[in-house]
C-alpha cells in the first residue's frame, strides 16, 4: 500500500532523500520490463544503458511536480519509465559514430564501443517501443484517456515536431558560424527543451488536477529550465574535464558546433542560466511549500558540475 | 462524409481497385503530419522513405480486416498510417551499414546513401514517435481504450519482445549453422510475423467487435500469413534479380545469414509458405464472403515476385 501513499508528505523530505527515494523506485519498475525479453544480447545492452549512473533527472522532474498535485505514485511512474527511456534512447542514438561519434559516456564505453553499432541503434529503437509499451499498459489506476494525453505529450515533445527534429537541426545547420542566437533557441528548445518541459506537464496529468492556469505556469518553468540545462550543458562541455564530466570535454568544439558559449563567452552564459532559473522560479512561485521539491530540484539541474 | 462510408461495400470491389484506394488515402493522410516538421532535412527524407514505391503490405491488411467488420475508414487510418511508420523506420535502420549494409530499397538508393548515416538515424527514430503520435493525437471517432489497446498491441509487436527482438536475434545467432528450425520460426515470428499479425488484430480492434472467436481465428490467419511472408522474403532473395527486387540480391547470402531455404533448400520453401497460406485460409474460413479482399490480399503477398 505503501505505493499509493500521497505525495503530499515527500515536501517534508530533502532533496538527496527525494532522489535516492524514486531513483530506486525507477530502477525496480524497470525491473519488471526488462526480464523477459527474448534476446539475451538486446536485453544485457538495454540494462547496460538503463542502469550506468544516470542522474535520472527527467524522472525526477516528474515525481517532483506530481508531489505538488498529491499524484499517486504508480501514476507518476508511468511517465517517469518512459521519458527515462526515451532519453536513454535518444543518448545510444546521439553517441553513435555517424552521429557525435563519443566513446564515452557517463564515465562508462558508450553502447556501440561495448555491443557493436547495429546493436547500439536496436537497442535505442528497443527502448524507445518500451517507452509507449510502458504507458499503453503498465499497470496503474490511470484511466485510457489520460494515458492517452500523455502518449500525445510525450510523442509531441520527442518526434519530428520535438526532439528528432533538434537532432536533425543540430547535425544539419549548427556548424553554420551566422546561426542567430534566436535560431540557437529554438533548436535548443527542440532538442533539449521539449522533453524536459513535457516532464512536468506529465506529472502534472498524472494527477487530477484540471487547471489551465496551472498548465501555464508549468509550462513556462519546463521552458525556462528546458532552455537553462542546454546552456548549462554546454557550459559544462568547455569548463569540466572528462573525468568528471563523465564523457568527452570539448565535444562540441571538436564537432565543430556552434553552441551559446561560443556566440556570446562564458560569463554571459552562465548570466543566462541564472536569469533563466530566476524566471522559473517566478512562474510557480505562487504554488508555495508544495512546490519546494521541484524548485530544489531546478536548482541542482542548473548548478550541476557533470 | 465519403470517409465515415462503411467498407462493407469493398468487397465488390476488386484487388486492385481496394489497393490503388486505399494506397492513396493512406499518403493523404502522412501528407497531413509530415508539411509542419521544423526541419527540412528530416521532412524531406522522412517523405523520401514514405513515398518510394513500397507495396503498402501492412496497411492493406488493416484496411482489409476492418471491411470485415464494417469499421470506419477514419478509425482505420490510425493504425495503418502508424504500422507503415513503424515498417518504414525499421527498414531505414536495417539497411544501415552496420545492419544490412543495404544501398538498395525499392530499385533507389536507400535513406542513408541519399542523407547520410546519422540524418538515416534520426529518419527512423522520428518515423518511430510519429506512429505513436497519430495512434493519440489523429482526429478520428475511435475512443480513447481503443487508442490505448492499439498501442498496446503495436508496441508489443515492435518493441523488445517482438521485432526489436527479432532483429537483435537475427544480427547475433542468425550466422550459426546450428540454428534449428524451431528457432528459426521463433526468430521469423519476431521480427516478422509480430508485426504483421499485429495488423489484423489492429483491423478489427478499429471496428466494434469483440468477438473472442474472431480475435482468435484472425490471430492464427496473421501468425500463419506472418511465418509465410518471411519465408517468401528468403526465396524472392534467392531467385530474383535485383533490377525487379529493388533491393540487393543474395544479401542473406553476403552477409552469411542462415534462412528457411538454406536450411531445407528452395522447393521445400515454396511447399511451407503454400501450406501456411492453406492454413491461413482455414482459420478465417467461416468469414465467408465478408472476408474475400483479405484472401485475396494474403495471396497477393505470398504470390509476390518482388
Given at each position: 500500500?505503501?505505493?499509493?501513499?500521497?505525495?503530499?508528505?515527500?515536501?517534508?523530505?530533502?532533496?538527496?532523500?527525494f532522489?535516492?527515494?524514486?531513483?530506486?523506485?525507477?530502477?525496480?519498475?524497470?525491473?519488471?520490463?526488462?526480464?523477459?525479453?527474448?534476446?539475451?544480447?538486446?536485453?544485457?545492452?538495454?540494462?547496460?544503458?538503463?542502469?550506468?549512473?544516470?542522474?535520472?533527472?527527467?524522472?525526477?522532474?516528474?515525481?517532483a511536480?506530481g508531489?505538488?498535485?498529491?499524484a499517486?505514485?504508480?501514476?507518476?511512474?508511468?511517465?517517469?519509465?518512459?521519458?527515462?527511456?526515451?532519453?536513454?534512447?535518444?543518448?545510444i542514438?546521439?553517441?553513435?559514430?555517424?552521429m557525435?561519434?563519443?566513446?564515452?559516456?557517463?564515465?562508462?564505453p558508450?553502447?556501440?564501443k561495448?555491443?557493436?553499432?547495429?546493436?547500439?541503434?536496436?537497442?535505442?529503437?528497443?527502448?524507445?517501443t518500451?517507452?509507449?509499451?510502458?504507458?499503453?499498459?503498465?499497470h496503474?489506476?490511470?484511466?485510457?484517456?489520460?494515458?492517452?494525453?500523455?502518449?500525445?505529450?510525450?510523442?509531441?515533445?520527442?518526434?519530428p515536431?520535438?526532439?528528432?527534429?533538434?537532432?536533425?537541426?543540430?547535425i544539419?545547420?549548427?556548424?553554420?558560424?551566422?546561426?542567430?542566437?534566436?535560431?540557437?533557441?529554438d533548436?535548443?528548445?527542440?532538442?533539449?527543451?521539449?522533453?524536459?518541459?513535457?516532464?512536468?506537464?506529465?506529472?502534472?496529468?498524472?494527477?487530477?488536477?484540471?487547471?489551465?492556469?496551472?498548465?501555464?505556469?508549468l509550462?513556462?518553468?519546463?521552458?525556462?529550465?528546458?532552455?537553462?540545462?542546454?546552456?548549462?550543458d554546454?557550459i559544462?562541455?568547455?569548463?569540466?574535464?572528462?573525468?568528471?564530466?563523465?564523457?568527452?570535454?570539448?565535444?562540441?568544439?571538436?564537432?565543430?558546433k556552434?553552441?551559446?558559449?561560443?556566440?556570446?563567452?562564458?560569463?554571459?552564459?552562465?548570466?543566462?542560466?541564472?536569469?533563466?532559473?530566476?524566471?522559473a522560479?517566478?512562474?510557480?512561485n505562487?504554488?508555495?511549500?508544495?512546490?519546494?521539491?521541484?524548485?530544489?530540484?531546478?536548482?541542482?539541474m542548473?548548478?550541476?558540475?557533470?
Amino acid at each position: 500500500m505503501r505505493d499509493r501513499k500521497s505525495m503530499s508528505t515527500m515536501t517534508e523530505r530533502t532533496l538527496d532523500e527525494f532522489i535516492q527515494l524514486f531513483s530506486t523506485r525507477l530502477e525496480k519498475v524497470f525491473s519488471q520490463y526488462l526480464d523477459d525479453i527474448p534476446s539475451f544480447d538486446l536485453k544485457d545492452a538495454m540494462e547496460y544503458t538503463l542502469y550506468n549512473g544516470g542522474k535520472r533527472i527527467r524522472p525526477l522532474l516528474i515525481y517532483a511536480t506530481g508531489c505538488i498535485f498529491d499524484a499517486p505514485w504508480e501514476n507518476l511512474d508511468i511517465p517517469a519509465c518512459s521519458v527515462e527511456l526515451i532519453h536513454t534512447y535518444s543518448l545510444i542514438h546521439d553517441d553513435l559514430p555517424c552521429m557525435d561519434n563519443a566513446d564515452l559516456r557517463r564515465g562508462k564505453p558508450t553502447c556501440h564501443k561495448v555491443y557493436g553499432e547495429g546493436m547500439a541503434v536496436l537497442t535505442g529503437d528497443a527502448l524507445h517501443t518500451l517507452a509507449m509499451q510502458i504507458i499503453s499498459s503498465h499497470h496503474a489506476p490511470l484511466k485510457a484517456d489520460k494515458r492517452v494525453q500523455m502518449m500525445k505529450v510525450l510523442s509531441n515533445a520527442c518526434g519530428p515536431f520535438g526532439m528528432a527534429a533538434g537532432q536533425a537541426l543540430d547535425i544539419t545547420i549548427m556548424n553554420d558560424e551566422t546561426i542567430s542566437t534566436d535560431l540557437l533557441y529554438d533548436i535548443y528548445r527542440l532538442k533539449t527543451g521539449a522533453l524536459l518541459s513535457a516532464c512536468v506537464e506529465l506529472g502534472r496529468l498524472s494527477s487530477n488536477d484540471d487547471d489551465e492556469f496551472n498548465q501555464h505556469a508549468l509550462k513556462e518553468f519546463g521552458d525556462c529550465i528546458g532552455l537553462a540545462f542546454q546552456i548549462q550543458d554546454d557550459i559544462l562541455d568547455v569548463e569540466t574535464e572528462t573525468e568528471l564530466l563523465g564523457k568527452p570535454q570539448n565535444i562540441d568544439l571538436k564537432n565543430n558546433k556552434i553552441t551559446y558559449p561560443r556566440l556570446h563567452g562564458l560569463i554571459q552564459a552562465k548570466e543566462k542560466v541564472q536569469a533563466l532559473y530566476q524566471e522559473a522560479l517566478e512562474a510557480i512561485n505562487y504554488l508555495g511549500h508544495k512546490a519546494q521539491l521541484l524548485r530544489e530540484l531546478a536548482g541542482f539541474m542548473l548548478q550541476r558540475k557533470r
